[in-house]
């Protein structure tokens, strides 16, 4: 099973500042499918990111995916105020599909 | 446009069954693997177990193994998830999941497990 590891656990930034979330994989996700979710308080996991790089529907340009192999990163260019959320990695290219234990992006 | 639209949860006594639903649409079903996944309140999502296309192959998480059986019935575009000796840390959102392409989630049901 390949074991997510995402880093930092919280990320404390203000409205308008960068945010860089990482996610490490014990082993090699196959095809890149990795995958970034954002998840607020009572809502379901959104997608953000699929594929490492390619942002689904309806995301803004501000969320960007990169990485290959063990290390992916998701990227905010500028915090908005619906970004403080808490944020996951998951990767589906082998079985079973798996996921990191989160970082959460507060306001500071 | 797919949805993924889940039933079936409650109120449950330790012990207990229940059998959760998903219906599929604006997709051809049967070409998909299908997934449940779970999330505890506070904890972060646990990957449940999946189903091939035409339901000959099913896997499960070690949790769940021996309790829980994945089926489908392609003809209604449907997956289900019947629970047995249900356990008070099965307690979570169980959400429908298809990760292929572009991964959905339907908007999960709530099973609770108390006495």
């Known amino acids: 099973e390949i074991v997510l590891t995402q880093s930092p656990g919280t990320l404390s930034l203000s409205p308008g500042e960068r945010a860089t979330l990482s996610c490490r994989a014990s082993q090699s996700v196959s095809g890149n499918y990795l995958a970034w979710y954002q998840q607020r308080p009572g809502q379901a996991p959104r997608l953000l990111i699929y594929?490492?790089?390619s942002r689904a529907t309806g995301i803004p340009d501000r969320f960007s995916g990169s990485g290959s192999g063990t290390d992916f990163t998701l990227t905010i260019s500028r915090l908005e105020p619906e970004d403080f959320a808490v944020y996951y990695c998951q990767q589906y290219g082998s079985s079973p599909l798996t996921f990191g234990g989160g970082t959460k992006v507060e306001t500071k | 446009e797919v949805q993924l639209v889940e039933s079936g949860g409650g109120l449950v006594q330790p012990g207990g069954s229940l059998r959760l639903s998903c219906a599929a649409s604006g997709f051809t079903f049967s070409n998909y693997w299908m997934h449940w996944v779970r999330q505890a309140p506070g904890k972060g999502p646990e990957w449940v177990s999946r189903?091939?296309?035409?339901?000959?192959?099913?896997n499960y998480a070690d949790s769940v193994k021996g309790r829980f059986t994945i089926s489908r019935d392609n003809a209604k575009s449907t997956v289900y998830l019947q629970m047995n000796s249900l356990r008070a840390e099965d307690t979570a959102v169980y959400y429908c999941?298809?990760?292929?392409?572009?991964?959905?989630w339907g908007q999960g049901t709530l099973v609770t497990v108390s006495s």
């Open positions: 999941v298809r990760m292929a392409g572009t991964p959905y």
């Open positions: 594929g490492a790089s």
């Open positions: 189903v091939y296309t035409d339901g000959s192959e099913t």
